[in-house]
């Protein structure tokens, strides 16, 4: 099974819309963190926002929020106020467990589309 | 600049031929990763080391590829008889260690390899 699904590989937005982007996840561990990334087209990888599995708010970090559905296993991005720049890959990610497991995993992305 | 750095930014090859990848993670960050990122995909975890010494490796880094961070500084990723197959971005991350899933890994600009 996968670990992430991000069920939508493009989205167009019209710019200053507000656009949800859908992850969900698979989990045993009681303690996991998530993560978003964006990815422009020049390949680097953007940290954007983080929640935690006992974060009992969702997180937010300026335009960007992260609606935590923990029951429905959830972490939707939400960006308020699209802008041009917004336009990029969008990758949802976990890394299980507080020890012994470092890496990251990645779902297959959404690719953001911000319409002037 | 005090970012993740990768050098080259992107590498044409031919097949058989060995390739290697620097990576010069932030400078007070103790670990360091290695992913591998395929066209329509999402990073997928190579290895990762804490300090100098390499703790995890994942099954994609067959016995072709080899790690190394030698100071526990910068680090170099090697391939070894290159094939099509390997053609791909690579990426680096880098993390100060926290003890906690809320560990955030902090990209480079990634490394295109083509492999003819």
């Known amino acids: 099974a996968q670990k992430i699904t991000q069920t939508q590989p493009g989205m167009f937005v019209q710019e200053k819309e507000a656009v949800t982007l859908d992850c969900t996840y698979d989990?045993?561990?009681?303690?996991?963190?998530l993560f978003w990334y964006k990815q422009p087209s020049s390949g680097e990888m953007i940290f954007l926002i983080y929640?935690?599995?006992?974060?009992?708010q969702n997180a937010t970090e300026g335009r960007y929020s992260l609606n935590f559905q923990k029951a429905r296993k959830s972490a939707n991005l939400v960006i308020s106020a699209s802008q041009l720049g917004d336009s990029a890959m969008y990758f949802c990610?976990?890394?299980?467990?507080?020890?012994?497991?470092?890496?990251?995993?990645f779902g297959t992305g959404t690719r953001l589309t911000i319409i002037p | 600049d005090t970012g993740v750095s990768q050098d080259p930014r992107h590498k044409i090859t031919k097949r058989g031929q060995n390739v290697t990848f620097r990576c010069d993670p932030i400078?007070?960050?103790?670990?360091l990763y290695w992913y591998r990122q395929t066209l329509g995909q999402g990073p997928e975890f190579l290895t990762y080391?804490?300090?100098?010494?390499?703790?995890?490796k994942s099954r994609l880094l067959s016995d072709r590829f080899s790690a190394e961070r030698p100071k526990g500084s910068f680090s170099t990723l090697e391939i070894q008889r290159t094939e099509q197959g390997d053609s791909a971005m690579y990426l680096c991350?880098?993390?100060?260690?926290?003890?906690?899933?809320?560990?955030?890994?902090?990209f480079g600009p990634g490394t295109r390899l083509l492999v003819l």
């Open positions: 991350a880098s993390s100060l260690t926290l003890g906690s899933n809320q560990e955030t890994q902090y």
């Open positions: 989990t045993s561990d009681q303690s996991y963190g």
């Open positions: 929640q935690g599995s006992y974060d009992e």
């Open positions: 990610a976990m890394r299980e467990g507080d020890f012994g497991n470092e890496k990251l995993t």
């Open positions: 400078s007070e960050h103790n670990r």
């Open positions: 080391f804490q300090n100098e010494a390499q703790l995890e």
